[in-house]
């Protein structure tokens, strides 16, 4: 998945747009602050990877952890 970087020209307000996984980028993001529709890419700005695809971070994911085992006897 992954995650540009915005800014919206329109109130300066800086962003990061993710892309799910299978999915395109939209071709028009909105501003989350001020619903512009003039929200650019930042240029030369990285696309990074979501912090979940990152192995330090798994372990520390709730919902992706296996979770401990809670005694039921099934
Ligand atoms: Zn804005």
């Known amino acids: ?42 240029p030369g700005a990285p696309v990074l990877a979501h912090p979940w695809e990152q192995r330090d971070y798994h372990s520390a994911c709730l919902c992706c952890a296996p979770k401990a085992k809670s005694g039921l006897s099934m």
Do not use: F, I
């Open 1 to 42: 998945m992954p995650v540009y970087a915005l800014a919206c020209p329109n109130c300066g307000h800086e962003y990061c747009g993710m892309v799910l996984e299978g999915t395109r980028p939209p071709p028009v993001w909105e501003c989350s602050e001020c619903g512009s529709d003039q929200v650019v890419l930042k």
